[in-house]
């Protein structure tokens, strides 16, 4: 088929949407930069004159491309090395999509992302369409061909699958400051108890490394467990200082709508550390160190007026 300058500029007007939405069900920047490439093709393939309502054709088109990588990706993360986690992407990132309701913003949270690899393809996509991007269910039964009450009982059993064991807190960007700076300061402090005042007691930590760089295989959990993982993590040597190449430089930047930690070596961001935050303290650390997952990271880093960093380790 050939296209017109209005049918591009149609699909260009749906990108931000289309990729925002790819990346909340896939968990990851290039594999939904991926799907919403292969959505234009289809666009570009088909009779667009016959789409009635182009945003509901494309959005379908893109949901079941998502699930059909869904079904694959299970697949390889079961082979995954380590602890899979998926892509953070720092606050300005514009595949971050809509951030105007509470419910939008934990939508893509660090915290809910990783949860939402509990859900079956279907929930995912229900929970997305209808939290973040306010689809009525009547539209939502339509993209995934079920009745609009079997997305309404999905809906809901998604919320609870996600609500279970949580206790998140959102906090603003002061407090997410704070948080950050405390945090930070008790990691490079070398005193234990200053990082368990700072967690609760049932804390996790969990890295994701890929197989790429050194990363435990295992959760961290509990509160003293984990603060002596951090307190190793952070603690300055010239194994580390030669892995890096040099020393890496600590920025407070959020990431996915949590505090976080972004550590950068020689320009490029080797890691991000999201806190979870809940009501008692800090429930969860969570850090992707993966380089196949920060090179988006590193990306915006380079190109945004990132100041100057809390501090400088290794």
């Not at 667009?48 to 697949?75: D, F, G, H, M, Y």
Request: with cysteine.
């Amino acid at each position: 088929m050939t296209m017109t300058a209005e049918d591009v500029s149609r699909f260009e007007g749906s990108r931000r949407r289309l990729e925002a939405i790819a990346y909340r069900l896939l968990g990851s920047a290039s594999e939904a930069e991926d799907a919403v490439q292969e959505t234009f093709l289809r666009w570009q393939a088909t009779d667009i004159a016959r789409i009635e309502v182009p945003e509901a054709w494309l959005t379908k088109v893109l949901t079941n491309l998502c699930l059909n990588q869904l079904a694959s990706a299970r697949a390889r993360r079961e082979t995954y090395v380590g602890q899979w986690l998926p892509e953070p992407l720092l606050d300005g990132d514009p595949m971050l999509g809509p951030a105007d309701t509470a419910e939008q913003r934990e939508s893509v949270s660090y915290a809910v992302l990783t949860l939402m690899e509990r859900l079956s393809p279907s929930e995912r996509a229900v929970y997305v369409l209808r939290e973040a991007f306010d689809y009525p269910h009547r539209e939502i039964a339509e993209i995934l061909e079920i009745s609009e009450s079997s997305s309404q009982q999905v809906f809901r059993r998604a919320k609870q699958h996600l609500a279970d064991g949580r206790a998140r807190t959102e906090v603003d960007e002061a407090t997410a400051r704070r948080i950050v700076d405390e945090f930070l300061a008790a990691a490079i402090s070398g005193q234990t108890d200053s990082i368990v005042r700072l967690l609760t007691a049932d804390a996790v930590s969990v890295g994701d490394g890929g197989g790429k760089v050194p990363a435990r295989t295992t959760a961290v959990e509990g509160a003293l467990a984990v603060a002596r993982f951090l307190r190793g993590l952070f603690k300055p040597s010239e194994a580390k200082r030669v892995y890096v190449g040099g020393t890496a430089d600590i920025y407070a930047w959020p990431a996915n709508s949590e505090p976080a930690l972004v550590v950068v070596a020689n320009g490029e961001v080797i890691g991000v550390m999201c806190l979870e935050v809940g009501a008692d303290g800090v429930t969860a650390v969570r850090t992707q160190a993966n380089p196949d997952k920060l090179a988006r990271a590193t990306e915006l880093f380079a190109a945004s007026d990132h100041g100057e960093p809390l501090t400088t380790i290794l």
